[in-house]
């Protein structure tokens, strides 16, 4: 019997965690189950284990170089050598960067493409049409070193277990602020994999790429949107290009599957960006996304997580958005048709979860009636139109 929707386990990549200053920390993961265990909308019987350590491990090593994925093992001891050391800086694993060794981050990083490997494999073995995993969405990893705060790319590892096991042509569709670099250069050249990332523009946010002349490669000429934002870009015009964007790219590739992944790191509140929108966005994206799943890919759709550093105020609303959107929750019905903002449950999030926040937000969306006007709207909507012009000419 096929499931709308399952969930895949994160109790195990939560070991993913540098440090407790760091911003990609796994709080988020327990807030937001905490929001739909609250909101009785996760059940024991949607919740899938991840694929053994193993098979992430032969899905890494395929993935990435020998030289690499060693120099991972020997700085995730808990006392690295000194040339293991001396071998961080190259590898992006330095101790004063984005994405410091810790202990124990061979192990961590596989556990999260297990994840998402257990994800794909739910949807290729048609036992879920959908399903969510969200402590993956490790997108900035290359094949030879760690960026971004991701060492292995577990979006890659999902998307090549569609390609080999199922000969799939997948539609990648990334919504995290920060352009899904990683992904896009893993299939530069290959035709039956589309990578399309909508993200702040590189000429001001890591990690500096992402401009809509990167177009594919060889055969993959093509296989490649980007849609760049300008700082400070609100609902309507992220929304208007997003829609655009995806309509296009699915019409043009039509995909077997859809493989997304969702930082929720455009939002106002985040620390690490310039974009300013609200949780409407988070609302919007997956029900587009749902939709171009049906049309195209027979609903076939895994979704990820990914970056988003104000862990209590906007990260734990938006995912569970996102998880709403994919079980089909009737709850969604409440929060679209409510003339005012609809209220969280009581009760979240639960005392003693992280320092927690003193601005916490009581309702689903966000009432930006109270925000202050962004400066420069009508100027910062007309390039986002003329940059969505240009992204989309080679698509024909």
């Known amino acids: 019997m096929t499931s709308s929707a399952v969930w895949i386990d994160t109790s195990a990549s939560r070991r993913y965690r540098f440090h407790d200053d760091h911003p990609f920390h796994p709080v988020r993961l327990e807030l937001t189950e905490q929001l739909l265990r609250k909101a ?13 350590e193993s098979d992430a491990e032969e899905a890494v090593i395929a993935l990435h170089r020998s030289d690499y994925v060693e120099a991972v093992r020997a700085l995730s001891s808990r006392d690295p050598s000194p040339e293991a050391i001396r071998s961080a800086d190259k590898f992006g694993l330095q101790q004063d960067g984005d994405t410091p060794y810790f202990p124990g981050m061979h192990e961590a990083a596989l556990s999260v493409v297990a994840g998402s490997l257990a994800a794909a494999e739910a949807v290729i073995s048609g036992s879920a049409k959908r399903a969510l995993h969200l402590a993956g969405g490790l997108h900035h990893a290359f094949p030879e070193r760690a960026s971004g705060f991701c060492v292995y790319n577990d979006a890659a590892a999902a998307i090549s277990r569609f390609r080999s096991q199922h000969g799939a042509r997948v539609l990648y569709v990334d919504t995290d602020v920060h352009h899904g670099d990683g992904v896009q250069w893993f299939y530069y050249s290959d035709p039956d994999v ?188 007309e390039k986002n139109r003329k940059t969505l012009e240009i992204a989309l000419q080679h698509l024909g």
């Open 194 to 381: 589309f990578t399309f990332s909508i993200h702040e523009t590189g000429k001001f946010l890591f990690p500096g790429t992402g401009f809509s002349h990167e177009r594919g490669e060889a055969a993959g000429y093509g296989a490649c949107l980007n849609i760049p934002m300008e700082p400070y870009t609100e609902d309507e015009s992220w929304l208007a290009c997003f829609r655009a964007g995806l309509a296009r790219a699915a019409d043009v590739f039509r995909p077997d599957v859809i493989v997304s992944q969702h930082g929720c790191d455009a939002h106002a509140f985040d620390p690490l960006a310039h974009i300013h929108c609200s949780m409407r966005i988070y609302r919007e994206m997956p029900r587009i996304i749902r939709e171009t799943a049906d049309r195209y890919a027979q609903g076939r759709w895994v979704a990820l997580g990914g970056g988003g550093y104000d862990h209590f105020r906007v990260v734990p609303r938006a995912w569970s958005l996102l998880w709403l959107e994919m079980s089909g929750h009737p709850l969604l019905r409440g929060i679209d048709a409510a003339h005012d903002p609809l209220a969280l449950p009581d009760g979240w999030p639960s005392p003693g979860t992280g320092d927690g926040h003193p601005q916490m937000p009581r309702t689903w969306l966000d009432d930006t009636s109270v925000w202050t006007p962004m400066p420069r709207r009508s100027e910062i909507e």
């Open 40 to 52: 009785d909308a996760l059940k024991p019987s949607q919740i899938v284990a991840p694929l053994a």
